[in-house]
Structure formats: C-alpha cells, structure tokens
T-cell receptor
Framework: DSGVTQTPKHLITATGQRVTLRCSPR?????VYWYQQSLDQGLQFLIH???????AKGNILERFSAQQFPDLHSELNLSSLELGDSALYFC???????????FGQGTRLTVV | GIQVEQSPPDLILQEGANSTLRCNFS?????LQWFHQNPWGQLINLFY???GTKQNGRLSATTVATERYSLLYISSSQTTDSGVYFC?????????????FGTGTRLQVTL
C-alpha cells in the first residue's frame, strides 16, 4: 500500500459526460501529480499541485481541470468525454521536488 | 524536455534466469525511480536511486549519474516478476518536479 488513495477504481461512462476523479495523498505530502496512461501514449504528465497551488501543466486538455483543496486532497475533472479519453488515470504524491513519488492504484476510465 | 529511453522493450525469461534492464536519460537528474507495473495496472515503487547502488532482495539497481544511465538487475526471476518495468526521472534543470517516464520494458517470466 503506497498510502495514496484514488477513487473510484473503475468508471464507465458515456461520451459527452463529465466525471470527477479523487486523490488523497500520503500523510505529509504537499505535492500531488496527475498522470494519464493510455495504450498509445504511455504515461503522460497532466498537472502538478503543491500545497493548493498549481505549479505545472503538462499535456492536459482544456476539457480537463484539477484542483487541490486545503486538506490537500485533489480532484481531476474530465468533461465532454470522448472515446479517446479512455485510459488509466494515476495520482502521485511526494514531499517535495526531487523526492520519491508514490502512486495510487489508479482509476480506470472507460468511455463508451 | 528530458528524454528517457529504456531497453530492451520486451524480454522473455525462463524462471530462475537473471536479467538487466537499462535506462538512459538525456540530462542531469534530481530523481530517478524504477517502478514495476503489475498485470493489474498498479505502479509499485522499486527504487528511488538518483545515484549509487541499492539492493532489495533479488532486485538491485545502479545509477551512474555522470554517464546518464541506470541499470535494474533482476536475479533468479519468478513468474510474479512479470509486468512492465518503468524508469522515470526528474530533470535537475528548471523548476519542474514532474516525473518523465520511459516507454518501459515488458518482462514475461515463463515456467
């Protein structure tokens, strides 16, 4: 158990819908990262939050947004879903820059 | 940005065999981690090793930061070692702290 909790584990939804993925970081970790793993793109960085503030954006679509709350949990919102958004979405947390990152179990999103 | 290359892309071993997986990176790093993604999709931390050598049971890893590569050794492989092994790094230039992943080595251990 990495200490990073992601919910839900599985999600099946229709095209055009909106979903919210949730992540609770390890106790004491201020950084939360979101990654997407699809078959053709590998593990891609989406966004990084540190202590409630957005620090970096990767290849995140405009239809996607995220936030980190005062209790440090984070949510990734995916809207106007397309078939191509089907992927495994991971959250990771770390204490700070350059320190070891730990990953949650992931949320497997299937868009039908 | 920093580039990460892993080799070989695929590896098939008989149970009990040893193997070496390689990770090359294009710039200096603050962080290098090895992960095992099991058949259920979980990413399991193996090593946090920006430099030096570490061992954990049948697994060991070495990172030579000055030459920009890392090696993961698996000895006496077991079927439970099957899955994909990823190397991921955080570049030391700039302020970014995200991990950049290689494309992985897919390992299959057969009886």
């Amino acid at each position: 158990d990495s200490g990073v909790t992601q919910t839900p584990k599985h999600l099946i939804t229709a095209t055009g819908q909106r979903v919210t993925l949730r992540c609770s970081p390890r106790s004491g970790d201020l950084s939360v990262y979101w990654y997407q793993q699809s078959l053709d793109q590998g593990l891609q960085f989406l966004i990084h939050y540190y202590n409630g503030e957005e620090r970096a954006k990767g290849n995140i679509l405009e239809r996607f947004s995220a936030q980190q709350f005062p209790d440090l949990h984070s949510e990734l919102n995916l809207s106007s879903l397309e078939l191509g958004d089907s992927a495994l979405y991971f959250c990771a947390s770390s204490v700070g820059r350059g320190t070891e990152a730990f990953f949650g179990q992931g949320t497997r999103l299937t868009v039908v | 940005g920093i580039q990460v290359e892993q080799s070989p892309p695929d590896l098939i071993l008989q149970e009990g065999a040893n193997s070496t997986l390689r990770c090359n990176f294009s710039d200096s790093v603050n962080n290098l981690q090895w992960f095992h993604q099991n058949p259920w999709g979980q990413l399991i931390n193996l090593f946090y090793i920006p430099s030096g050598t570490k061992q954990n049971g049948r697994l060991s890893a070495t990172t030579v930061a000055t030459e920009r590569y890392s090696l993961l050794y698996i000895s006496s492989s077991q079927t439970t070692d099957s899955g994909v092994y990823f190397c991921a790094v955080v570049g030391s230039t700039g302020t970014a702290s995200k991990l950049t992943f290689g494309t992985g080595t897919r390992l299959q251990v057969t009886l």
